[in-house]
């Protein structure tokens, strides 16, 4: 059973970075999208970015100009660089890796928290 898993969360002062990474544990083929989520306490998981095999991305529009996604999914992995952070970007983030006649493969988070 291949499994994701994140890295690179913590905790960072308000407008400071941090670089999160996503990386399965074993070959996932034919991946068509690759992605970060978000749940803070109280409210719904929501898209924050995504990136698709043809190297397109998308971004939630409270995260655009901050928040950047690459990957390679070749290597099954994925990458959030996170810039001026904002205490409203605490929440779990979580990796998302879809392939072509899989349900999808999730990670099982990483805390990030922005505070001073």
């Known amino acids: 059973q291949v499994q994701l898993v994140e890295s690179g969360g913590g905790l960072v002062q308000p407008g400071g970075s941090l670089r999160l990474t996503c990386a399965a544990s074993?070959?996932?083929?034919?991946?068509?999208?690759m992605g970060w989520y978000r749940q803070a306490p109280g409210k719904q998981r929501e898209l924050v970015a995504v990136?698709?095999?043809?190297?397109?991305?998308n971004y939630a529009d409270s995260v655009k100009g901050r928040f950047t996604i690459s990957g390679d999914n070749t290597k099954n992995t994925v990458y959030l660089q996170m810039n001026s952070l904002k205490p409203e970007d605490t929440a779990v983030y979580y990796c998302?890796?879809?392939?072509?006649?899989?349900?999808?493969?999730w990670g099982q988070g990483t805390q990030v928290t922005v505070s001073s």
């Open positions: 990136i698709t095999s043809d190297k397109s991305t």
């Open positions: 074993g070959r996932i083929f034919s991946i068509y999208a």
């Open positions: 998302n890796q879809r392939a072509w006649g899989t349900a999808g493969y």
